[in-house]
């Protein structure tokens, strides 16, 4: 019995991809990638796309997609276009359908907006305005200590009854008038005394004293805004000086201070 050889005839095909061997059975899908044709694994069809292999049969498909989409143009060049050209009503406006002015869908295509063009309402934000320069500022500041300077100046008398006067009304408007009035209930009519300073041409002297008690404030005529501030007090007239306990001023029965005629 002679014995015969069985040869089949099966042709190796590679992956283009991966570079495997395919076996009998698995079936290759062509790819067009650099113009040229290349063969791909069942297991690799995937990868191919990946690397921007185009599967052979679809190449055609894509390229006239890609021109029928350059032929419809972008948004803003199809506005542009329209721009003068009366727009003739749709059937659904007539028949009492959307507006005219709102946009159908079919009119305005996602897939041709132009990421590269600047919406139109978007406006361009002011310049920040300039800074002062070194000079300006130093002359605002040198201005403006001048200006208080003078507002200061000013507001002091230069009378002695009229400072004595201003300082009373400052005292008055203060909170020292409802302690006056508080403890003259209980001890009588206080000696007022208000004398202006030897040494400070502004500062203005008030002392209030009863036979057990006595309290020295003092206003500052050119920081009126400070008010009245309490200097000192203690409990027998003797810590005071004669000049002190020499009235020249009176309490009325709210505690404010008038100067005595």
């Not at 698995?26 to 921007?52: D, I, K, M, N, Y």
């Not at 419809?72 to 276009?81: E, T, V």
């Not at 309490?230 to 007239?237: D, W």
Request: contains cysteine.
């Amino acid at each position: 019995m002679s014995r015969k050889t069985i040869t089949t005839r099966h042709q190796a095909v590679s992956c283009d991809v991966c570079g495997r061997t395919l076996l009998r059975g698995e079936h290759s899908e062509p790819f067009l990638a650099g113009g040229s044709r290349r063969l791909v694994c069942e297991l690799c069809t995937q990868r191919a796309t990946h690397e921007g292999w185009i599967r052979e049969g679809l190449g055609d498909a894509a390229g006239s997609r890609g021109q029928g989409r350059e032929r419809r143009g972008s948004l803003l060049r199809r506005l542009r276009r329209r721009e003068g050209t009366p727009r003739t009503p749709s059937p659904t406006t007539l028949s009492g359908g959307p507006s005219e002015t709102a946009p159908l869908m079919d009119e305005w295509p996602a897939d041709d907006l132009d990421p590269l063009a600047e919406p139109a309402y978007m406006e361009t934000a002011p310049a920040p305005a300039p800074a002062p320069s070194a000079a300006q500022a130093k002359a605002s500041r040198l201005e403006v200590e001048i200006e208080r300077v003078n507002r200061t100046v000013h507001a002091v008398p230069t009378n002695t009854q009229m400072k004595l006067e201003r300082a009373l009304e400052i005292f008055n408007r203060s909170d020292a008038p409802q302690r006056v009035s508080g403890i003259a209930r209980s001890l009588g009519a206080p000696v007022v005394a208000v004398r202006p300073s030897i040494t400070e041409g502004s500062i203005v002297s008030i002392v209030v004293a009863w036979e057990l008690c006595w309290y020295r404030y003092e206003v500052d005529l050119a920081d009126e805004a400070s008010g009245v501030r309490l200097m000192a007090q203690g409990a027998e007239l003797d810590e005071l000086p004669v000049e002190e306990q020499t009235a020249n001023a009176a309490a009325d029965e709210r505690g404010g201070l008038v100067m005595a005629a």
